[in-house]
């Protein structure tokens, strides 16, 4: 399964879609502007130039088809959601052209347009779904025939593991179960399908290939045992599931996809709908890009000011913990003097004598975290989403807050519900309690709520309570 030639070929067969309807739609207007239409009103033909909107209108509607979400999770894709994604980003690409045409055009007739309006829908929906069934049904056809598959790996060896290899072998044709992976002595499934036990697990995956895990545990497991499990896994860029008993104690509103009768809560798919998630990463480049510029002589002016208030370098580097448990450098204006760590991390504090004359302003306004915009550029982070931390700090958090590997889930963030009402942690209890609100943001993510929390942010900047 390539999924980067996937993604090309879908965007490719898009765009092929998109010139001929454009080519359809071309002639279709020149025909009706020749003949006598609606009630003999001749409408005029406006002069637009064609060969430039030829170019245009295939980027415009790969565009939307992009913030559609459809080019995410390709290959799990049902033949329902490709016709509801289709009928919705051809709905919106339409009534963006006909405003275009409602404008353009010198002499109008609502009828025409409306007409127009209609002809336009129905053949963007014809040809683009027309294209996309026949790379969805070689999807399925690789499925059906086992080219493609799953490969499914169960952590658990008890009887509601042997269930759950059941409902797989019944209920999920994509998936292939490989084995088991023991977790303790209790054994309810076949010897000769276990492959093994926790300590070999990176070892198991990598020579099978697996793309999928299903974490069932008995009834006498606790948290920390599903967690620590958890918390291995996500290092494998593979998609992690469990059985929600634990997860309902902890959350209380989980949110669960459904395989055949066993309903399994996803660790790593987020809980926004894909067109949010394709909207909000678009505003994270576009707002960062627009920040960077606009910015640019006020961070030349600190970055003047930290060089003349003290010695060391401007931008301060530090490894963060990221999206799907991953290490990063986060980048920020360096608040401290040179080596005040020493390589021992401590906690910042709102009287901390390691911060400078000019970082305590720039803390105060959260100054510093703007070159972290280029963080966001970069993919390692969004502008709302959980504060990384160090390895240091989430080693120690786990100890009481095993569920911190729930975070890992989406990309880490320069604002978030957390920071909001907690401000700086300089305490693991306070890192803790932030923790907990930037689990209800991550259950309850939308674009709205990232709206509401910029808001309360800038809020924040503007009345200095940075520290």
């Not at 959601?81 to 919705?88: D, E, G, K, L, R």
């Not at 208030?309 to 999206?323: C, H, L, M």
Request: glycine share 6%; charged share 20%; net charge positive.
């Amino acid at each position: 399964m390539n999924k980067s030639r996937l993604f090309l070929k879908y965007i490719l067969y898009d765009m092929l879609a998109s010139l001929l309807v454009w080519v359809a739609f071309v002639i279709f207007r020149k025909t009706v502007n020749d003949i006598q239409v609606f009630d003999g009103v001749r409408i005029l033909f406006p002069n637009y130039d064609y060969l430039t909107s030829l170019l245009i209108f295939p980027f415009s509607c790969v565009f939307v088809h992009y913030l559609s979400g459809f080019y995410l999770n390709l290959l799990k894709k049902s033949r329902i959601s490709v016709v509801f994604s289709t009928i919705s980003s051809s709905a919106i690409i339409s009534l963006s052209v006909f405003l275009v045409l409602k404008l353009g055009d010198v002499i109008v007739s609502y009828e025409y347009f409306y007409f127009s309006l209609l002809v336009l829908f129905g053949l963007l929906f014809c040809f683009t779904f027309l294209f996309r069934n026949i790379v969805f049904s070689q999807i399925q056809h690789n499925f059906r025939i086992k080219k493609w598959t799953f490969n499914t790996l169960i952590i658990g060896t008890g009887d509601n593991a042997k269930k759950m290899a059941d409902d797989l072998e019944k209920y999920a044709p994509k998936n292939t179960l490989i084995g088991f992976i023991a977790t303790n002595k209790k054994v309810g499934v076949p010897a000769e399908s276990i492959l093994g036990n926790m300590s070999q697990l990176a070892y198991i995956i990598e020579k099978h290939e697996i793309h999928e895990t299903i974490v069932v545990l008995d009834e006498d497991a606790d948290e920390k045992q599903l967690f620590k499990i958890i918390n291995l896994l996500y290092k494998f860029n593979i998609d992690i599931q469990f059985t929600p008993r634990l997860y309902e104690i902890l959350i209380g509103s989980a949110k669960m996809s459904h395989m055949g009768t066993i309903p399994l809560v996803s660790i790593t798919n987020p809980s926004m709908a894909d067109w949010e998630i394709s909207v909000k990463r678009f505003s994270d480049i576009v707002i960062s890009l627009l920040s960077l510029a606009l910015l640019s002589p006020f961070l030349f002016y600190f970055m003047f000011q930290i060089k003349r208030d003290s010695k060391g370098a401007v931008f301060y580097r530090q490894e963060r913990i990221g999206r799907f448990g991953r290490p990063f450098n986060i980048l920020k204006f360096r608040t401290m003097y040179t080596g005040s760590e020493n390589g021992t991390p401590k906690l910042s504090s709102a009287n901390d004598d390691r911060v400078t004359k000019v970082g305590r302003t720039m803390r105060k306004y959260r100054i510093d975290e703007i070159p972290q915009f280029w963080n966001i550029l970069k993919g390692d982070m969004s502008l709302v989403g959980p504060r990384p931390e160090r390895r240091y700090y989430i080693n120690h958090i786990i100890e009481d807050a095993p569920y911190y590997c729930l975070l890992y889930k989406i990309r880490p963030g320069l604002t978030s519900w957390g920071p909001i009402k907690i401000g700086y942690s300089d305490t693991i209890e306070k890192m803790i309690e932030r923790l907990n609100y930037d689990i209800i943001y991550m259950e309850n993510m939308s674009l709205f709520t990232d709206i509401k929390i910029l808001i309360y942010t800038i809020e924040i900047i503007f009345k200095g309570k940075g520290v």
